[in-house]
Structures are given as C-alpha cells and as structure tokens.
Nanobody, 113 residues
C-alpha cells in the first residue's frame, strides 16, 4: 500500500510563487515515475508535470517555463515549484503515481489579487 500526502498549497497573488510537496510512503519511490495533476471544479483533472525515476521531466504547455517538478529519492518526496502564478493556475493540485490508483488528497492553490 502506498500513501501520498501533499502539502504547501495556499493563497498567493498573481506573479507569486508556491512550492508543493508530496511525501510518499513505501520503498519503491526511487524506481517509479511521479506526477502532479490539477483539477478545477467542474472540469477534468489535467496533467501538470511528470518526472521519471531518472529525473526526466515533461510539462503541460500552460506551465512550461513557470513550473518545475523535482524529486528527492532520499526523502521519498516530489516537489512542484510554481513561479509566476496566474489566476488560471487556481485549482486543487494532486500528486499521483501515473497509471495507478494512488492519488494524494489534494491541496488547494488559489491565485487571486
């Protein structure tokens, strides 16, 4: 059984920054890909960023150049550094192990002036 626990959400003004963290339980963290998704109420969940075990990354076009996904295998933690935040980035952010049933509980990010 794997548990994913996100933290770091909150409210920020446009142009601000936040860093999300996702701590994973279990011993397989270093050999699995991890991803961040987000969801706006009434819309489908969308992929934001993904990182492979080797550290290769991929991003949604809407966040390229502003968001950075990273991982610390020693801490079983994946991060999402979000800079130059925009109101349209407002959503609940989830971490997940891609193609599995394992999702975190979500953390709210609100970007508003």
């Amino acid at each position: 059984q794997v548990q994913l626990v996100e933290s770091g959400g909150g409210s920020v003004q446009p142009g601000g920054s936040l860093r999300l963290s996702c701590a994973a339980s279990g011993r397989i963290f270093s050999i699995i890909a991890m991803a961040w998704y987000r969801q706006v109420s009434g819309k489908e969940r969308e992929m934001v960023a993904i990182i492979t075990p080797a550290g290769s990354t991929n991003y949604a076009d809407s966040v390229k150049g502003r968001f950075t996904i990273s991982r610390d295998n020693a801490k079983n933690t994946v991060y999402l550094q979000m800079n130059s935040l925009k109101p349209e980035d407002t959503a609940v952010y989830y971490c997940t192990i891609p193609s599995t049933r394992y999702w975190g509980q979500g953390t709210q990010v609100t970007v508003s002036s």
